[in-house]
């Protein structure tokens, strides 16, 4: 077979079809751009950008579209919106004809220099004063295409990684992670459900568009939902909600010959077990113990050949909380886990940490290159 790129390699393993080696697509923003920011990268690296530094460690570029330009956009027709950012601070308010809604979100001192978001302190949603203009405000937001400057961004990925751009979180999950926090969303589900399935209703059909949207953008692969756990996302909500949801989307997708994933990075060893039944062609960011229960063996069994599976290396290992023969161990033994290697994209479990050693991503690197040809020994064991 000739020799394949990271981009042929990923779209292959997603489908099933074989490889020359195992595909190894990596996200690595939060860690650049602490170390950029602080002015600590590698002496060979400072001044380069992320997808070139990538490029020269041979990691294949994860263009994960939750942080660029994505193949749509909101607008907010009829409404006044306030956005006010500061160094530790984000707040956006909308004004709609039945009140403004207010959220905000708070960035810990530590986390200023990897540029992600805060946390979120204040939800639009705080009683059932808001429910007409949280009404209002997903009735009347309008989706527009984004193709143009979308594909600028898988152009210049182009067959170094893997443009992945982002739906959104799926509408039950990001009424009752964004829009109310997840117990003010429980006890108005328990004592307004009428009013919060209304809401729900809203967001499918906003999602509908996006999801139509996304069926014809430029990338090959679209990521639907992400951050699920199973203390607050449980099997039973999970089904009602979510699972219909992703059974649609996976339809509308497909028919626009795009793959669907969706970032499965949390502890949800139960919700595992309904992936397959959502029409899910690869979980994203999947993330083994010691960072959950999530135990790769098992899980490629109960998987099998339905769903790829994409991660595999938790990030806590890429840190100094393991020796270097601890972590060159748990590598080769996750190669071994997924031998021979049929629908497995190694990553990192999410995103390499802003704490995460320099050398333990090129040591990544190095294992995947020597040890990572297809088809991988089962018996492969440390050196």
Not at 90 to 97: D, F
Not at 186 to 206: G, I, K
Request: proline share 5%.
């Amino acid at each position: 077979m000739a020799s394949m790129t990271h981009r042929q390699r990923a779209v292959a393993a997603i489908r099933g079809e074989p490889v020359d080696h195992l595909p190894f697509i990596g996200r690595m923003e939060l860690w650049y751009n602490y170390n950029h920011n602080r002015g600590t990268l590698p002496e060979k690296y400072r001044g380069w950008s992320l997808w070139d530094v990538q490029r020269d460690l041979d990691i294949g570029i994860f263009g994960f579209g939750a942080w660029s330009a994505s193949f749509y956009r909101l607008e907010y027709p009829g409404m006044e919106v306030r956005r006010t950012t500061t160094a530790d601070e984000a707040v956006v308010e909308y004004v709609t004809p039945y009140g403004t809604i207010r959220a905000r979100n708070l960035l810990a001192e530590e986390l200023r220099d990897a540029d992600v978001t805060g946390a979120q302190v204040e939800h639009e949603f705080k009683d059932e004063r808001d429910y007409d203009a949280l009404q209002y405000l997903f009735e009347h937001t309008r989706v527009l295409e984004n193709y143009e400057e979308y594909g600028n961004i898988v152009e210049a990925i182009g067959e170094d990684g893997l443009a992945l751009p982002f739906s959104g979180w799926v509408p039950m999950h990001v009424l009752m992670h964004h829009y109310m926090g997840y117990e003010t969303f429980y006890y108005q589900l328990y004592d307004n459900t009428a009013r919060v399935e209304r809401l729900h209703q809203a967001l499918v059909e906003q999602q509908r568009q996006i999801l139509r949207l996304g069926a014809r953008c430029p990338a090959e692969v679209v990521e639907v939902g992400a951050n699920y756990d199973e203390e607050m996302t449980p099997p039973g909500i999970f089904e009602k909600y979510m699972l219909p949801f992703y059974r649609e989307a996976a339809q509308v997708l497909h028919a626009g010959g795009k793959l669907m994933a969706a970032h499965l990075d949390g502890e949800m060893r139960r919700l595992l077990e309904l992936m397959p039944a959502a029409g899910l062609d690869v979980g994203e960011a999947i993330t083994p113990a010691p960072m959950t229960t999530i135990d790769m063996r098992s899980l490629r069994a109960l998987w099998r050949d339905k769903v790829a599976v994409w991660g595999g290396v938790p990030t806590v290992l890429l840190t100094e909380t393991f020796g270097d023969e601890e972590f060159e161990r748990y590598v080769l033994d996750l190669f071994a886990a997924v031998a021979p290697g049929d629908r497995f994209i190694l990553g990192f479990g999410d995103n390499a940490p802003t704490d995460a050693l320099f050398s333990r991503l090129a040591k990544t690197a190095e294992l995947w290159q020597r040890y990572g040809v297809y088809p991988i020994d089962p018996a492969l064991s440390s050196p």
